[in-house]
Nanobody, 117 residues
Framework: QVQLVESGGGLVQAGGSLRLSCAAS????????MGWYRQAPGKQRELVAI???????NYADSVKGRFTISRDNAKNTAYLQMNSLKPEDTAVYYC???????????WGQGAQVTVSS
């Protein structure tokens, strides 16, 4: 059994910062990639940022230069540092891990991020 525990969401004013954490535990042999996705009300879930086990990263255009993803492989933990937050960043943020074998991925329970104007 694998568990993903997310933390760090909350309410912040525009221009502020938040840091999300995602800790994976359980029967995990290796993690190919860890990523953050978000879903705003009435919208589809979208990729925010992803980082591979080797440290390669990819970001959505809307967060480039403001968000930074990192990971601690020894702790199976990923972080998302979010700076210069905007009201349009308001969403539920989900952590996802990609595995090299079935069941291929797991999702976290989600963390609410609300940015007030």
């Amino acid at each position: 059994q694998v568990q993903l525990v997310e933390s760090g969401g909350g309410l912040v004013q525009a221009g502020g910062s938040l840091r999300l954490s995602c800790a994976a535990s359980g029967s995990i042999f290796s993690i190919v990639a860890m990523g953050w996705y978000r879903q705003a009300p009435g919208k589809q879930r979208e990729l925010v940022a992803i980082i591979t086990s080797g440290g390669a990263t990819n970001y959505a255009d809307s967060v480039k230069g403001r968000f930074t993803i990192s990971r601690d492989n020894a702790k199976n933990t990923a972080y998302l540092q979010m700076n210069s937050l905007k009201p349009e960043d308001t969403a539920v943020y989900y952590c996802k891990i990609d595995l090299p074998e079935s069941p291929w991925w797991y999702w976290g329970q989600g963390a609410q991020v609300t940015v007030s104007s």
